[in-house]
């Protein structure tokens, strides 16, 4: 089944302790992203990528890394996890890009105490 | 920085009905739209797009129009069904500009009445 997979699906952490969020697809889609989602505000793109060892900045990259060493992979990484990052964050993914349909996974739910 | 809204976070329809969800852009740039279907607890669902060398296109159920003079964008949904109940995202974007993301409205809740 083409799918999008993220996890955890549920993290629960403190502020400061690094984490990392897997994100991973089985289409062999160039493109890849993160999305963040927050009440009132709607998605919002963390980082890309246009294909391995290629990443960009979205709109709201402050306080995460990402890394695409791989075609399949696109982890996010939270190197020192605050508060604001409380988030629901959402992984996609599509053939060339933003302008073409994209893949959503089932999401991730954040909790930074 | 220029955003997309929506005209109303939530719509209430009875079943069998049509709807129209509306959504104003304000970047004239923006050459790429696409509409999104979230359930509640899942990601978003790619539902239909659209570009801007088009002012109508259609799919099973659904019809995407664009007004580019007013910069509209509106998604109808025929003959609504429980299953259609979500949250529905317009987002545009940019295809020749240097960044390379969409932006999102904030969603309008469709509701279906039995």
């Known amino acids: 089944e083409a799918q999008v997979t993220q996890n955890p699906r549920y993290l629960i952490t403190v502020t400061g302790k690094k984490l990392t969020v897997t994100c991973s697809q089985n289409?062999?889609?160039?493109?890849m992203s993160w999305y963040r989602q927050d009440p009132g505000l709607g998605l919002r793109q963390i980082y890309y990528s246009m294909n391995v060892e290629v990443t960009d900045k979205g709109d709201v990259p402050e306080g995460y890394k990402v890394s695409r060493k791989e075609k399949r992979n696109f982890p996010l990484i939270l190197e020192s996890p605050s508060p604001n990052q409380t988030s629901l964050y959402f992984c996609?993914?599509?053939?060339?890009?933003?302008?073409?349909?994209?893949?959503f996974g089932p999401g991730t739910r954040l909790t930074v105490l | 920085g220029e955003s997309v809204g929506l005209h109303l976070p939530t719509l209430s329809v009875q079943e069998g009905d049509n709807s129209i969800i509306n959504c104003a852009y304000s970047?004239?740039?923006?050459?790429?739209f696409i509409w999104y279907k979230q359930e509640s607890g899942k990601g978003p669902q790619f539902i239909i797009d659209?570009?801007?060398?088009?002012d109508k296109r259609q799919g099973q159920r659904v019809t995407v129009l664009l007004n580019k003079t007013v910069k509209h964008l509106s998604l109808q949904i025929a003959a609504t069904q429980p299953g259609d109940s979500a949250v529905y995202f317009c987002?545009?974007?940019?295809?020749?500009?240097?960044?390379?993301?969409?932006?999102f409205g904030k969603g309008t809740h469709l509701i279906i009445q039995p």
């Open positions: 996609a993914s599509s053939w060339a890009g933003f302008s073409d349909e994209q893949f």
């Open positions: 659209i570009r801007s060398n088009m």
């Open positions: 987002a545009e974007g940019d295809s020749g500009g240097g960044a390379d993301g969409l932006t």
């Open positions: 970047n004239s740039a923006s050459d790429y």
């Open positions: 289409m062999n889609h160039e493109y």
